[in-house]
């Protein structure tokens, strides 16, 4: 059985979406054009180290670019466009912000 | 002279290879670097009596080594003597590029700052206040456009004139870990002191076999923000914004190459042009240089070897065997330079980037990631470059499956065989019918590598994380330096294997151990006899097709050469429309060339994955091929 901390790796004890802190969702599910802060990398190792790297710190703020592939997405983050999988969106919480 | 070491590093997308290619012009070699297949361009630059010897390094994002390059790149700086870094950096997005920029700063080696694609900076209304940049960062700043050769001088003056004063460039931490990071400062060789008591607390991987400790991942994260936080700062001080609300180019062609309904049938509709423009435009010049070959230059050579009464038989190998042969692989120079024009130009373009994402939610349902979608379009171009690009693979296993089904993937070396064989026996379809393969290889491709993620390789986590660059207008210069290096590899191949295999093929059909022989008691036609029945289910059980199979292993122009040895016009004596598909199915899936064998070997670094890919794509070959045929003839 998967357990929940494989898929979300260390540094994150929410489990798929529920019981997310008030006011967050997971990337896949956010709409086009909103912007966002980044408020938690559900991923453990090398990965997150790897997103950091691209500019994915903690409270940094980008905007959603494009999300109509059923997770694949497109952000716009410190000037420069990423693709990102399903495989990564899901695993990086938001907070939007007006 | 003075001898200097430079190293150009820069992102992704920057420019780096033209950079470098203008840099050096022809006067540069690639190599590999040791162990790894990835490219090692390294050329040297004589300048006002200093001689440059400058390497360039893999593009990458950082220095940590998560890929293959990143580890390459970083090796390279760390153990030998760099003179100076040449850091190039895309102008037009400095917030990206400039982080990699800090990391080689932190190494305490001296760097110098190519500030490229100037004119896109203006174009975006972006006014940059170089003097200001290079005060802060202590390091010199050159603004350049490499495409038109701007600022070269000025790029060559200062490396030459660079000391070898380290930077006392730092970025401060913050006091909690700035106190770590004088607690850690030690002496190790000659690196940086503070740049080791850095990787320590980011619990390095390397750093780690030195000093043993273990740090609250948390430091890396503050690490990494501090550094963009500083870049956030720098860029407010030295960066003006002169048109606010600049919408370029590359968002309005994103909103329809990326769109959720539109997305995928311009991709398709790409392919199928770039597919059909390859085959008839091509098919123009395979005309005419096959005029060229068989009937003015075969017939002008045989008149002039009976009049010179050369040996019938020495006329024979020369009129049959070598020009018959390599002619018939050099008539298909064109369509492999068409269709290298394409997939180089989709490369540059920064339009695979979108393809890739585009197709992300589709490779996510055989088990892989949008990423791995690009060695396969490569594929169609060679595979061994393809497979080679399979570095860019995060995932182990991913990488592994992106290898075994690449070669399914319809290579330049394999259209030759489609469009000979289309053109006997599908007149006025060609193009159709051999659309038809590709299309059946990629259908093949997918289903093994579902199969495979299903059994071999199964992996929960594939990452997809890819920047996508902005448009660019491919460069004539630098496609057409890409392109004439894949035609003049296809070129020397025919001149040399090929030309080796045409001899050995004429005396194996014109010899036996008695000595001189006909075709049908030949040694070719006895191992071809020995290995036709596996065939004959597959309906070219005939000995000539076998042979032709056989030595199509080396590469796969080779069975056009030899089809034209062989067969000369008798093809519609042997094969039926069925059995001729049937043929090419079998071509198009069974092992790919050697080349393609050896880069399979050494991306693995495996016998067993070698041995394995050579068994498992015959027997597909075999029972795809077979169930073609004996279908068709149900249905015929």
């Given at each position: 059985m998967k357990t929940n901390n494989r898929k979300h790796g260390r540094g994150c004890a929410y489990r798929n979406n529920c019981a997310l802190p008030e006011g967050c969702v997971f990337l896949n599910n956010v709409k086009e054009n909103t912007s966002v802060e980044l408020e938690e990398l559900c991923s453990n190792g090398r990965l997150r180290r790897k997103l950091q790297e691209m500019g994915l710190t903690k409270g940094v703020r980008f905007t959603v670019i494009n999300n109509t592939h059923d997770g694949p997405v497109v952000i716009n983050v410190r000037g420069s466009k990423l693709a990102l999988g399903l495989g990564m969106s899901e695993k990086i919480m938001v907070k939007k912000f007006a | 002279m003075n001898k200097i070491n430079a190293v150009l590093v820069g992102n992704p997308n920057s420019g780096k290879t033209t950079l470098f290619n203008r840099l050096t012009g022809s006067k540069h070699h690639v190599g590999n670097w040791p162990g790894v297949t990835v490219d090692k361009k390294e050329g040297t630059i004589v300048y006002n009596n200093n001689e440059i010897n400058l390497v360039d390094l893999p593009g990458i994002y950082s220095i940590f080594p998560f890929s293959i390059e990143e580890k390459i790149s970083r090796e390279y700086i760390l153990e030998n003597e760099v003179d100076v870094i040449i850091n190039i950096v895309n102008a037009s997005n400095l917030e990206r590029n400039l982080y990699l920029t800090l990391q080689l700063l932190e190494l305490g080696k001296p760097v110098i700052l190519a500030l490229n694609m100037m004119d896109s900076v203006e174009k975006k209304g972006i006014e940059i206040n170089l003097k200001k940049l290079e005060e802060e960062l202590s390091i010199k700043a050159i603004p350049i456009i490499a495409v038109k050769d701007v600022g070269k001088k000025e790029l060559l003056d200062s490396i030459t004139e660079i000391s070898n004063d380290k930077t006392d460039f730092k970025i401060n931490y913050g006091e909690h870990i700035e106190e770590l990071i004088s607690k850690y400062m030690i002496k190790y060789q000659d690196y940086d002191e503070r740049w080791i008591a850095i990787k320590t607390i980011e619990n390095d991987e390397v750093i780690k076999d030195i000093i043993k400790h273990d740090f609250d991942e948390d430091y890396t994260n503050q690490i990494t923000s501090k550094k963009y936080d500083y870049i956030d700062g720098l860029l407010e001080k030295v960066i003006e914004y002169k048109k606010s609300n600049y919408i370029g180019m590359t968002d309005y062609i994103d909103k329809v190459t990326t769109h959720k309904y539109f997305g995928i049938p311009l991709f398709l509709m790409i392919m199928a042009f770039v597919f059909f423009l390859t085959f008839n435009f091509g098919g123009i010049f395979v005309e005419k240089l096959d005029f060229l070959f068989n009937d003015v230059v075969a017939s002008f050579v045989d008149n002039t070897l009976v009049k010179m009464e050369v040996f019938p038989w020495l006329r024979s190998l020369i009129v049959d065997g070598i020009i018959g042969g390599v002619g018939g692989v050099l008539v298909f120079v064109p369509t492999i330079a068409i269709l290298f024009i394409f997939i180089t130009i989709l490369e540059d373009s920064g339009y695979m980037a979108r393809a890739a994402f585009i197709m992300d939610k589709w490779m996510r349902k055989i088990g892989l990631n949008g990423k791995s979608f690009i060695p396969m379009i490569m594929g169609f171009g060679c595979n061994v470059p393809a497979i080679m690009s399979t570095k860019a693979l995060e995932d182990e296993n991913d990488r592994l499956v992106a290898i075994l089904i690449?070669?399914?993937?319809?290579?330049?070396?394999?259209l030759p065989v489609y469009a000979f064989l289309s053109a006997i026996f599908f007149k006025g379809y060609e193009a159709v019918v051999t659309f038809s393969l590709y299309l059946l290889g990629v259908l093949i491709a997918i289903l093994m590598a579902f199969i495979f993620k299903k059994t071999l390789f199964k992996s929960e986590e594939s990452p997809f994380i890819m920047e996508l660059p902005d448009y660019n207008i491919p460069n004539v210069k630098s496609v057409s330096i890409h392109v004439w290096e894949k035609v003049k590899g296809y070129i020397i191949n025919a001149g040399t294997v090929i030309f080796v295999a045409s001899v050995l093929l004429w005396f194996a059909l014109n010899y036996n151990f008695a000595g001189p022989s006909e075709f049908v008691n030949s040694f070719g036609a006895m191992i071809g006899k020995s290995i036709a029945p596996i065939f004959a289910p597959l309906g070219f059980g005939d000995w000539r097709a076998a042979l032709t199979l056989l030595s199509g292993a080396i590469a796969k122009e080779i069975v056009v050469a030899n089809m034209h040895i062989l067969f000369g016009n008798t093809m519609n004596l042997i094969f039926t429309p069925l059995s001729a598909y049937s043929f090419m199915v079998f071509v198009l899936l069974y092992v790919p060339c050697v080349a393609t064998i050896g880069t399979i070997k050494r991306e693995t670094n495996s016998w067993k994955w070698m041995f394995f890919s050579i068994f498992y794509q015959m027997i597909v070959a075999w029972t795809v091929s077979m169930l073609i045929y004996q279908i068709g003839l149900l249905i015929f």
């Amino acid at each position: 059985m998967k357990t929940n901390n494989r898929k979300h790796g260390r540094g994150c004890a929410y489990r798929n979406n529920c019981a997310l802190p008030e006011g967050c969702v997971f990337l896949n599910n956010v709409k086009e054009n909103t912007s966002v802060e980044l408020e938690e990398l559900c991923s453990n190792g090398r990965l997150r180290r790897k997103l950091q790297e691209m500019g994915l710190t903690k409270g940094v703020r980008f905007t959603v670019i494009n999300n109509t592939h059923d997770g694949p997405v497109v952000i716009n983050v410190r000037g420069s466009k990423l693709a990102l999988g399903l495989g990564m969106s899901e695993k990086i919480m938001v907070k939007k912000f007006a | 002279m003075n001898k200097i070491n430079a190293v150009l590093v820069g992102n992704p997308n920057s420019g780096k290879t033209t950079l470098f290619n203008r840099l050096t012009g022809s006067k540069h070699h690639v190599g590999n670097w040791p162990g790894v297949t990835v490219d090692k361009k390294e050329g040297t630059i004589v300048y006002n009596n200093n001689e440059i010897n400058l390497v360039d390094l893999p593009g990458i994002y950082s220095i940590f080594p998560f890929s293959i390059e990143e580890k390459i790149s970083r090796e390279y700086i760390l153990e030998n003597e760099v003179d100076v870094i040449i850091n190039i950096v895309n102008a037009s997005n400095l917030e990206r590029n400039l982080y990699l920029t800090l990391q080689l700063l932190e190494l305490g080696k001296p760097v110098i700052l190519a500030l490229n694609m100037m004119d896109s900076v203006e174009k975006k209304g972006i006014e940059i206040n170089l003097k200001k940049l290079e005060e802060e960062l202590s390091i010199k700043a050159i603004p350049i456009i490499a495409v038109k050769d701007v600022g070269k001088k000025e790029l060559l003056d200062s490396i030459t004139e660079i000391s070898n004063d380290k930077t006392d460039f730092k970025i401060n931490y913050g006091e909690h870990i700035e106190e770590l990071i004088s607690k850690y400062m030690i002496k190790y060789q000659d690196y940086d002191e503070r740049w080791i008591a850095i990787k320590t607390i980011e619990n390095d991987e390397v750093i780690k076999d030195i000093i043993k400790h273990d740090f609250d991942e948390d430091y890396t994260n503050q690490i990494t923000s501090k550094k963009y936080d500083y870049i956030d700062g720098l860029l407010e001080k030295v960066i003006e914004y002169k048109k606010s609300n600049y919408i370029g180019m590359t968002d309005y062609i994103d909103k329809v190459t990326t769109h959720k309904y539109f997305g995928i049938p311009l991709f398709l509709m790409i392919m199928a042009f770039v597919f059909f423009l390859t085959f008839n435009f091509g098919g123009i010049f395979v005309e005419k240089l096959d005029f060229l070959f068989n009937d003015v230059v075969a017939s002008f050579v045989d008149n002039t070897l009976v009049k010179m009464e050369v040996f019938p038989w020495l006329r024979s190998l020369i009129v049959d065997g070598i020009i018959g042969g390599v002619g018939g692989v050099l008539v298909f120079v064109p369509t492999i330079a068409i269709l290298f024009i394409f997939i180089t130009i989709l490369e540059d373009s920064g339009y695979m980037a979108r393809a890739a994402f585009i197709m992300d939610k589709w490779m996510r349902k055989i088990g892989l990631n949008g990423k791995s979608f690009i060695p396969m379009i490569m594929g169609f171009g060679c595979n061994v470059p393809a497979i080679m690009s399979t570095k860019a693979l995060e995932d182990e296993n991913d990488r592994l499956v992106a290898i075994l089904i690449n070669p399914f993937m319809s290579c330049g070396a394999r259209l030759p065989v489609y469009a000979f064989l289309s053109a006997i026996f599908f007149k006025g379809y060609e193009a159709v019918v051999t659309f038809s393969l590709y299309l059946l290889g990629v259908l093949i491709a997918i289903l093994m590598a579902f199969i495979f993620k299903k059994t071999l390789f199964k992996s929960e986590e594939s990452p997809f994380i890819m920047e996508l660059p902005d448009y660019n207008i491919p460069n004539v210069k630098s496609v057409s330096i890409h392109v004439w290096e894949k035609v003049k590899g296809y070129i020397i191949n025919a001149g040399t294997v090929i030309f080796v295999a045409s001899v050995l093929l004429w005396f194996a059909l014109n010899y036996n151990f008695a000595g001189p022989s006909e075709f049908v008691n030949s040694f070719g036609a006895m191992i071809g006899k020995s290995i036709a029945p596996i065939f004959a289910p597959l309906g070219f059980g005939d000995w000539r097709a076998a042979l032709t199979l056989l030595s199509g292993a080396i590469a796969k122009e080779i069975v056009v050469a030899n089809m034209h040895i062989l067969f000369g016009n008798t093809m519609n004596l042997i094969f039926t429309p069925l059995s001729a598909y049937s043929f090419m199915v079998f071509v198009l899936l069974y092992v790919p060339c050697v080349a393609t064998i050896g880069t399979i070997k050494r991306e693995t670094n495996s016998w067993k994955w070698m041995f394995f890919s050579i068994f498992y794509q015959m027997i597909v070959a075999w029972t795809v091929s077979m169930l073609i045929y004996q279908i068709g003839l149900l249905i015929f």
